[in-house]
C-alpha cells in the first residue's frame, strides 16, 4: 500500500486512523482510505496528497 502524504507524520496519524476504521468500526479498505485522508487533512491543515 502506498501512502497518501508527503509528510512521514502525516502518513503516520493517517495510519492510525485507517486501521482504527478497519478493525473497530467495519469500514471496507476504499472507505477507510479515503475517510482517513479527510480526517487528517482535518487535524492538519497543511496536509499534502501525493
Not at 22 to 31: L, Q, R, S
Request: charged share 35%.
Amino acid at each position: 500500500m502506498d501512502y497518501p502524504f508527503k509528510n512521514d507524520l502525516h502518513n503516520r496519524y493517517w495510519y492510525a486512523i485507517y486501521a482504527e476504521l478497519i478493525e473497530e468500526e467495519g469500514y471496507g479498505e476504499y472507505m477507510s482510505y479515503i475517510a482517513a485522508i479527510r480526517k487528517t487533512k482535518e487535524k492538519y491543515k497543511d496536509a499534502e496528497v501525493i
